[in-house]
């Protein structure tokens, strides 16, 4: 079986995708060959820095490697994004389910885009409520506060330690459970609760695109160890 194929014979297609979608578009991933996590700043790990913990006793350390490493503003789509937005034009993609919190998707167009750790683009005082767009985050320094209260902006942004925003959940196993093939790209599947949306699964078809390994591999129609770009960009979708 091909991935031509099975994107030719399947009727609802999801898309779960990670860190590894957006690396040809120039963002690091976290586990991946020059991955973030492979790094120590000052004496502390990407992880211990994007904790819910750090973001309360330290802000103001918190935001300057956010920042640095968590900001690509100038990233565009790749190969695989557009591909998707075709995917979904023609009415085969059902949903993108997606770890990153960069914004690709929905730049590259798509609508059907489930943010299940949040995104970069939102940000919300944390006493008001009011809402702000990246540029509040890049403009300022320090830690950003709200123009109206003086409140902590916090970018919507699922740190370590933090539950999932429960209605984008939700919605993520709903179309998982609910397609009939499942694409997944570019995630180690090491991050809870997020590798557990697998188990929603229960249509024809997986396929697993990655350079590395990952726990999905057993249970795939189809393993593609190689660049997702690529991969995807060689997908040909059949306008109805
Ligand atoms: P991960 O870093 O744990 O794993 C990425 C996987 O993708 C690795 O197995 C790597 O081998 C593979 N990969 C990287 N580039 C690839 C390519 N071009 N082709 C094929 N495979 C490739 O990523 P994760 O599982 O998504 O977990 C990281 C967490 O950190 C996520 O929760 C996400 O929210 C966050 N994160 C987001 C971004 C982003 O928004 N772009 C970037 C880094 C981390
Ligand atoms: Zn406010």
Same mark, same amino acid.
């Given at each position: $079986? +091909?991935?031509? !194929? %099975?994107?030719? =014979?399947?009727?609802r297609i999801v898309f779960f995708g990670g860190?590894?979608?957006?690396?040809e578009s120039g963002i690091p991933d976290f586990r991946g060959m020059d991955g973030l996590f492979a790094r120590e700043y000052d004496g &502390? +790990?990407?992880e211990m820095m994007l904790s819910r913990s750090f973001f309360y006793l330290h802000p103001t350390r918190f935001f300057d490697f956010y920042r640095k490493y968590m900001l690509h /503003?100038?990233?565009? /789509?790749?190969? *695989?994004?557009r591909k998707l937005f075709e995917l979904e034009r023609?009415? @085969? &993609? =059902?949903? %993108?389910?997606? !770890?990153? %919190?960069d914004g690709l998707h929905r730049a590259a167009g798509n609508r059907l885009v489930y943010e299940v750790h949040g995104s970069v683009h939102e940000n919300?005082? $944390?006493? *008001?409520?009011?809402?702000?767009? &990246?540029s509040k985050i890049l403009t300022t320094e320090g830690i950003p506060r709200c123009d109206t209260c003086g409140g902590v902006v916090k /970018?919507?942004? +699922? &740190?370590?330690g933090e539950p999932l925003? @429960?209605?984008?959940? $939700?919605?993520a196993c709903r179309e998982i459970s609910n397609c009939d093939a499942l694409i997944v790209a570019g995630t180690s599947l090491q991050v809870e609760p997020a590798r557990s949306f697998l188990d929603y699964f229960h249509g024809r078809d997986l396929v697993v695109i990655n350079r590395d390994g990952t726990e999905a591999d057993s249970r795939a129609t189809l393993v593609l160890r190689g660049n997702i770009a690529e991969i995807m960009d060689a997908v040909r979708v059949d306008v109805p």
């Amino acid at each position: $079986m +091909t991935l031509q !194929q %099975i994107v030719d =014979r399947a009727k609802r297609i999801v898309f779960f995708g990670g860190a590894g979608v957006s690396t040809e578009s120039g963002i690091p991933d976290f586990r991946g060959m020059d991955g973030l996590f492979a790094r120590e700043y000052d004496g &502390l +790990t990407a992880e211990m820095m994007l904790s819910r913990s750090f973001f309360y006793l330290h802000p103001t350390r918190f935001f300057d490697f956010y920042r640095k490493y968590m900001l690509h /503003p100038d990233a565009k /789509p790749n190969a *695989c994004h557009r591909k998707l937005f075709e995917l979904e034009r023609a009415g @085969k &993609l =059902r949903g %993108i389910v997606t !770890q990153n %919190i960069d914004g690709l998707h929905r730049a590259a167009g798509n609508r059907l885009v489930y943010e299940v750790h949040g995104s970069v683009h939102e940000n919300y005082c $944390m006493d *008001c409520g009011a809402f702000y767009p &990246l540029s509040k985050i890049l403009t300022t320094e320090g830690i950003p506060r709200c123009d109206t209260c003086g409140g902590v902006v916090k /970018p919507w942004v +699922t &740190l370590y330690g933090e539950p999932l925003d @429960k209605p984008t959940e $939700m919605g993520a196993c709903r179309e998982i459970s609910n397609c009939d093939a499942l694409i997944v790209a570019g995630t180690s599947l090491q991050v809870e609760p997020a590798r557990s949306f697998l188990d929603y699964f229960h249509g024809r078809d997986l396929v697993v695109i990655n350079r590395d390994g990952t726990e999905a591999d057993s249970r795939a129609t189809l393993v593609l160890r190689g660049n997702i770009a690529e991969i995807m960009d060689a997908v040909r979708v059949d306008v109805p």
